[in-house]
Nanobody
Framework: QVQLVESGGGLVQPGGSLRLSCVVS????????IGWFRQAPGKGREGVSC????????HTAGSAMGRFTSFIDKAKKTVYLQMNSLKPEDTAVYSC?????????????????????WGEGTLVTVSS
């Protein structure tokens, strides 16, 4: 059974940093892409960042570019989202997700259309 469990959310001031963690079980990270998505109050889901075992390239989308990045600790089966220079508009529930890298789809597709397995999410609030 595939499980993804996020942690690390909380309240942070504008301009601050936060690191989210996603512990993955039930799959081998080598065969999967792991993505981060967010959903702000009253808005739709938005793809934020994705890293794939196919090319190890980190894909970051939208307003997160240049401020957010993902990285993997395979020994801990944990994927991280490092968020810097946070803004109030980054306030959202952040979820990690996984999809089979061998499906022929890559991170740009996953970030646009979603993935197969999802965590419950962790709330990030950026406010002074």
């Amino acid at each position: 059974q595939v499980q993804l469990v996020e942690s690390g959310g909380g309240l942070v001031q504008p301009g601050g940093s936060l690191r989210l963690s996603c512990v993955v079980s039930g799959i081998t990270l080598d065969g999967y892409a792991i993505g981060w998505f967010r959903q702000a109050p009253g808005k739709g889901r938005e793809g934020v960042s994705c890293i794939s075992s196919v090319d190890d390239v980190i894909h970051t989308a939208g307003s997160a570019m240049g401020r957010f990045t993902s990285f993997i600790d395979k020994a801990k089966k944990t994927v991280y989202l490092q968020m810097n220079s946070l803004k109030p508009e980054d306030t959202a529930v952040y979820s990690c997700a996984a999809a089979d890298s061998g499906s022929g789809k890559g991170c740009p597709w996953f970030l646009m259309y979603g993935m197969d397995y999802w965590g419950e999410g962790t709330l990030v609030t950026v406010s002074s």
